[in-house]
T-cell receptor
Framework: QVQLVESGGGLVKPGGSLRLSCTASGFTFSDFYMSWIRQAPGEGLDWVSY??????????ADSVKGRFTISRDNAKNSLYLQMNSLRAEDTAVYYC???FGPGVGAARYWGQGTLVTVSS | DIVMTQSPDSLAASLGERATINCKSSQSLLYSSNNKTYLGWYQQKPGQPPKLLIYWASTRESGVPDRFSGSGSGTDFTLTISSLQAEDVAIYYC?????????FGQGTKLEIK
């Protein structure tokens, strides 16, 4: 069965950096686009970034462009999100997701999420 | 950006009753070249990640009870729960994946009356 396990969240000061990781299993990781979606406490859902199967097609939401970098290592079945210049408004649970098909689409599989708190 | 607007923001219905949640997009989600509508519905319970219920506006995910159904076309969509069960208490979101940035509705909180 498909499993997505995020790690790397925590408390960081404004302006700081954090690297999130997502380890995937139960499917051929290298065949699928992968995404990060976040949810601020008590708020709705926000699609942050996606990356295609080979890493040469990448999308960022305007709110994170220039500060966040998505990447993947298909040999390690892993997805990453390097977050720099963090702001209070980046505080959220970050979910690693995979769509129902090989492209982006609707998110069928979700990890349990990792909480990022940006506060002084 | 495509704006997704759900109504109502919250809804209370009795067990066994029909519950209807609406979602309106600021532009059509129908891709004419494949005749597919790029709209999904999710259910989120407290402390859990969202769960995909419906994609392509009306295709039910495997394992989702058939009391859940999605309908609509173009810019107006509906999620219907035909007979509300206690376990359906959750927040429901619609989401468009027609164009980036992929956007979600603000959510509809469903409670039991």
């Amino acid at each position: 069965q498909v499993q997505l396990v995020e790690s790397g969240g925590g408390l960081v000061k404004p302006g700081g950096s954090l690297r999130l990781s997502c380890t995937a299993s139960g499917f051929t990781f290298s065949d699928f686009y992968m995404s990060w979606i976040r949810q601020a406490p008590g708020e709705g859902l926000d699609w942050v970034s996606y990356i295609n199967s080979t890493g040469n097609i990448i999308y960022y939401a305007d709110s994170v462009k220039g500060r966040f970098t998505i990447s993947r290592d298909n040999a390690k079945n892993s997805l990453y999100l390097q977050m720099n210049s963090l702001r209070a408004e980046d505080t959220a649970v970050y979910y690693c997701v995979r769509a129902f098909g090989p492209g982006v689409g609707a998110a069928r599989y979700w990890g349990q999420g990792t909480l990022v708190t940006v506060s002084s | 950006d495509i704006v997704m607007t759900q109504s109502p923001d919250s809804l209370a219905a009795s067990l066994g009753e029909r519950a209807t949640i609406n979602c309106k997009s600021s532009q059509s989600l129908l891709y004419s070249s494949n005749n597919k509508t790029y709209l999904g519905w999710y259910q989120q319970k407290p402390g859990q990640p969202p769960k995909l219920l419906i994609y392509w506006a009306s295709t039910r995910e495997s394992g989702v009870p058939d009391r859940f159904s999605g309908s609509g076309s173009g810019t107006d969509f509906t999620l219907t729960i035909s007979s509300l069960q206690a376990e359906d208490v959750a927040i429901y979101y619609c989401q468009q994946y027609f164009s980036t940035p992929y956007t979600f509705g603000q959510g509809t909180k469903l409670e039991i009356k």
